[in-house]
């Protein structure tokens, strides 16, 4: 998870686009994350409201 959140510094000039992609795709990967761990939770949640009616 922690891993996820490392966005990488540029190390040099000319790895510059690398970093930048890398970076780009980390936070892509992070929205994801965020995006499904919302959904599951709001899934969850909604599951156990149902469950709770007769």
Request: hydrophobic share 55%; charged share 15%.
């Amino acid at each position: 998870m922690l891993g996820l959140l490392y966005i990488p510094l540029p190390l040099a000039s000319t790895d510059q686009w690398i970093v930048t992609a890398m970076t780009a795709l980390d936070y892509l990967r992070l929205g994801l994350l965020t995006f499904l761990a919302t959904r599951t939770m709001n899934a969850l949640l909604a599951w156990r409201e149902a469950r709770k009616r007769p």
